[in-house]
């Protein structure tokens, strides 16, 4: 006979394993299905780049901070070695007056009319009277002396705290932008480590050509300025555009022989650059001092139009967060960003134009 036995019904344990396996799968298949997908390349290129332009501004505002870190300090040593001379002084004169007040004190025991009716040499004690009369008048400068080295002292003494004040806040703000940049270049390296080996090396090898093609493009121009100098080996066809002045020219070649030195955060050279760095250097070897950054650089020389920009001008970019020099063709001598070198450049790659100013 054939067997009407029910099929035995699993146990609730069983039932509530399987329940949560279940659950557990739909949970996995959901959050496959919503998870964020892997940024392409070009994505991750555009959110670097980005936080490099982050970086370059917070390292500006370190340059700067640093510049008046620097000139505090010695402002603040100055006053603070007045102080130390002039309190010497201060003693100096204390000790004239208490010599002076000893000498009193042992000539004017008794009342002078005493002292003339008991001396047996009137002529004597007269004269020992008027040198009394000179001694007093002498106490009586040098108290004034001492009074006036006093209120000197303490304008000095306030004007070293309040540099002192000044340096301690400029200091806070220097770790300030420092932490910054550093978390932008940490977070930018982080990006760039979600890619594969080989996408990061052919995003540098992009780079690379980007950079040969911006130098490169044209045959050799006429305006002098054009380079092959660096380790860069770059060739830059600078077109006939004539510097407006020697002092631009001058800058511009000695910039130029800077190509292909890596850019490395708040150095200024002659082996490293950022990108105010490379301006205030070049300058500085065609025999003019420019300001360290690029918040100072723009309000110095005179401000031009985009039209108007000869080569040797300086070139802001990025809300005044990037400079470089204006070589010629619409192309850019500068020092780009982390893990770049020294390099000419489309400006129309760079950034967006903020202003031109000619030195």
Not at 285 to 312: F, H
Request: charged share 25%.
């Amino acid at each position: 006979m054939a067997s009407h036995r029910r099929p035995k019904q699993p146990s609730r344990a069983r039932v509530t394993v399987l329940t949560a396996t279940a659950a557990a799968a739909v949970a996995l298949t959901s959050q496959a299905a919503h998870a964020d997908p892997k940024p392409t390349k070009s994505e991750v290129k555009a959110k670097v780049d980005k936080l490099y332009h982050e970086a370059e501004a917070a390292t500006e505002k370190y340059n700067g901070a640093k510049e008046q870190q620097d000139k505090l300090k010695k402002q603040a040593d100055a006053l603070q070695d007045k102080v130390a001379r002039g309190q010497d002084e201060l003693n100096t004169l204390r000790g004239e007056l208490g010599s002076l007040a000893t000498a009193q004190y042992r000539s004017g025991g008794l009342d002078p009319s005493v002292q003339l009716l008991l001396s047996s040499d009137p002529d004597s004690f007269l004269d020992q009277a008027s040198a009394l009369d000179q001694l007093t008048a002498k106490q009586a400068e040098s108290l004034q002396k001492i009074q006036a080295k006093q209120r000197t002292l303490a304008q000095q003494r306030k004007e070293a705290q309040g540099k002192l004040t000044d340096l301690a806040e400029v200091r806070e703000t220097l770790g300030k932008s420092k932490t910054k940049f550093q978390g932008k270049l940490a977070e930018a390296q982080k990006l760039l480590n979600t890619l594969t080996a080989a996408e990061r090396a052919k995003m540098a090898e992009d780079e690379e050509r980007a950079s040969r093609a911006a130098g490169e493009r044209v045959a050799l121009g006429g305006n002098g300025s054009g380079s092959s100098g660096g380790s860069g080996g770059q060739v830059a066809d600078l077109g006939n555009e004539a510097p407006a002045s020697a002092l631009g020219a001058a800058a511009l070649q000695a910039a130029s022989t800077r190509v292909g030195k890596p850019y490395v955060r708040a150095a200024t050279g002659p082996d490293s650059f950022d990108c105010s760095g490379l301006t205030q250097w070049a300058y500085a070897q065609a025999g003019a001092q420019i300001t360290r950054t690029t918040y100072t650089q723009i309000n110095q020389g005179t401000r031009i139009a985009r039209s108007q920009l000869k080569p040797g001008d300086l070139v802001f970019f990025s809300n005044t967060t990037h400079v470089g020099l204006y070589a010629g063709n619409n192309t850019v001598l500068h020092a780009p960003y982390p893990g770049t070198n020294v390099r000419y450049e489309s400006m129309s790659t760079i950034g967006s134009f903020q202003a031109a100013v000619r030195i």
